[in-house]
């Protein structure tokens, strides 16, 4: 979860702008959608992968220009002056879009396709597992999921705070905006 990547650039621009508690549910849709992957790859996600590559490069894409759209909308974004020590404006669209979001981030990331597929059989047996097993490994991946995006979050919101000033909220949002029109881009690449 912590690597760089698409997931973690929105998790950081998102907790910069509008705070830490607004990235629990795209949070969430990015955990759901990697315990999807997760489930799959314990029932053979690499023949799944096989037979709809297209469909695979199709999400890529739409996540990609959602990052990327995202992205401008927050570049755009005049920055105001305000007290840190209240609550965060809620900028999202609802909690079915913010979920939504993070959903198509993670689905649409090959790194994540990739993880489950090549990396997770290296280090667990697949063929064994029991629907036991996989719910207990889907319930620790959730937990660990969910802590670190959240801490990246935390972080973020905090460092946001230090930036008061208009002139650097101005900077934050393009950097951010940036950083989000980047991870799209590279989704968009990546193959």
Known sequence: MITPG?????????AMVTGWRDCVVIMTGMVVSDLVYLTLACFGLATIAENYAGLFTVIRYVGATYLIYLGYKMFKTLPKVTDFSAKPVRKSKGLMADFMQGFLISASNPKVILFYIAFLPTFMDLTVLSMADVALVNVLAGFALMSGGMMIALGADRAAKLLKTEKALKRMNRSAGSIMIGAGAYLAISR
């Open 6 to 14: 698409p997931g973690i650039f929105a998790i950081l621009a998102r």
